[in-house]
């Protein structure tokens, strides 16, 4: 069958570009769910149906066949080609804007090509309540498996205000601000 229809079986929700097939492209292959920006784009795959249980850990086998152009947490380029949120609670923290939605505590875990490693950079949005790690940079198509201890990355972000137990996770493509064509390559 289909690969969107497998992923909403599945609990997946499509958001912002994510429902736009000429923009973001989803397919199966010998790697997984490979996830491609086919121009610049914003989209997230969302999960909320998981059980609300105090995970420990995240494993996360993925790779990156092409980063956005530019693409840099160091330089306010807050773009990748894949990226994994982790959602604590439900108590909602604000956006910073009216465009984006507010949403719990998070920690979006990412595969970088000049980023800090293990690093919680701060983003333009969701300043209090979000923050992305990068957690590798493995050579373009390498497949990689990333370990995240989510309790002490928790901590090490946001201190001791989030005890709340996982309550959701996102699979997120981000090429909006990236340069040249804001296409980007990856599978997980």
């Given amino acids: 069958g289909s690969v969107d229809a497998w992923l909403r079986a599945k609990g997946f929700a499509f958001e912002r570009d994510a429902k736009d097939n000429a923009r973001i492209a989803f397919k199966a292959g010998p790697r997984g769910l490979e996830v491609s920006a086919l121009r610049q784009a914003q989209g997230l795959l969302i999960n909320r149906t998981i059980d609300a249980n105090a995970y420990s850990r995240v494993e996360i086998e993925w790779g990156v066949a092409q980063h956005p152009e ?33 949403i719990p505590y998070f920690v979006g875990l990412f595969l970088c090509n000049g980023d800090r490693i293990g690093h919680p950079y701060v983003g333009r949005y969701y300043q209090e ?20 201890n989510l309790q002490q990355g928790a901590r090490q972000a946001f201190g001791d205000v989030v005890s709340a137990a996982v309550s959701g996770y996102s699979i997120q493509v981000d090429t909006s601000s990236s340069n040249g064509e804001g296409k980007s390559s990856a599978f997980i």
């Fill in 70 to 102: 530019g693409a840099s947490y160091e330089n306010k380029i807050n773009n990748e080609a894949i990226m994994v949120q982790v959602f604590f609670g439900s108590e909602k923290k604000p956006s910073g804007s009216l465009f984006a939605p507010d």
């Fill in 129 to 148: 309540g979000g923050r992305y790690v990068c957690v590798g940079k493995p050579a373009a198509g390498q497949t990689v498996t990333s370990r995240f």
